[in-house]
Every structure is written in C-alpha cells, then in structure tokens.
C-alpha cells in the first residue's frame, strides 16, 4: 500500500469531495523520504535559481527508493505536489528526482532531461537493477 489514508479522508473520497490539503498531508505521512526529496529540491531552486535543482544521490535503502518510484509514479500524487510546491517534477532512473519552474523559462531545459536522448545519457552500470 503505497499510502496510510486516514479513516476521515477515507470517508472524505468515498463521499467524492477530497480536500487537496488532506491529501497532500496524507502523502508527506506516508511518504517522508519522498516528501523530503521534494521539499529539499525546491527549496534549492527557490535559493540558488537557475532552470532547475535535481537529485543524483540514489537512495539509501529500497524502501526510500520505493517510496520515490509511488510518488512519482502516480499521476493523482505527482500531480498534487506539484500543484502543492508550485513547481514541475521531473524523474529517471529511480533516484533522479528534479524540480523545473512553471514559467517557461525551463522549457527547453525540462525537454532535454526528459527526452529520449536525456534518458540514455543519465543510464549508468550502478543503476541497472535499480
């Protein structure tokens, strides 16, 4: 189970109206070492500027490397952190986690990490089997 969902918000989707806050409390619970990650990159960004902060450090254990793999993996939660932090979240290779502004002033730095020719240049004999 990817997330711990609380008897209330449980209840909040059963009846079809979420509270995006609630869920984005739910996902910083259940996935901290995620919810760091994503915290800390932004956070990087916002001071040191440029068109994006990333992540090459892979994770310490698979359970942090599992909890990356559910959130970016899921639209519903990438999508709400990304609506949360104000920013685009691009991944690769399990560990490589990176946070590009909204303006468009990234664009053509976010097409090239997440193009086909990007992919193949940040592969790597380490992280064959992560």
């Known amino acids: 189970m990817s997330l711990d969902v609380s008897p209330a918000l449980l209840e909040q989707a059963e009846r079809g109206e979420v509270d995006e806050g609630e869920f984005v409390d739910c996902v910083k619970n259940s996935l901290p070492y995620a919810w760091e990650m994503v915290s800390n990159l932004v956070a990087r960004l916002q ?3 440029g068109e994006f902060a990333d992540n090459q450090t892979p994770p ?3 359970q942090a490397r ?9 639209d519903a939660i990438r999508g709400a952190l990304e609506r949360h932090f104000g920013v685009r979240l691009a991944f690769q290779n399990c560990h490589r986690v990176a946070v590009f502004p909204l303006d468009a002033s990234a664009d053509d730095r976010l097409a090239r990490f997440t193009s086909i020719r990007g992919q ?3 592969q790597s004999p380490e ?3 992560c």
């Open 66 to 74: 599992g909890q990356l793999l559910r959130a970016l993996a899921s």
């Open 60 to 62: 310490p254990n698979e």
């Open 47 to 49: 001071v040191d500027g």
């Open 120 to 122: 193949l240049l940040n």
């Open 127 to 129: 992280l064959r089997d």
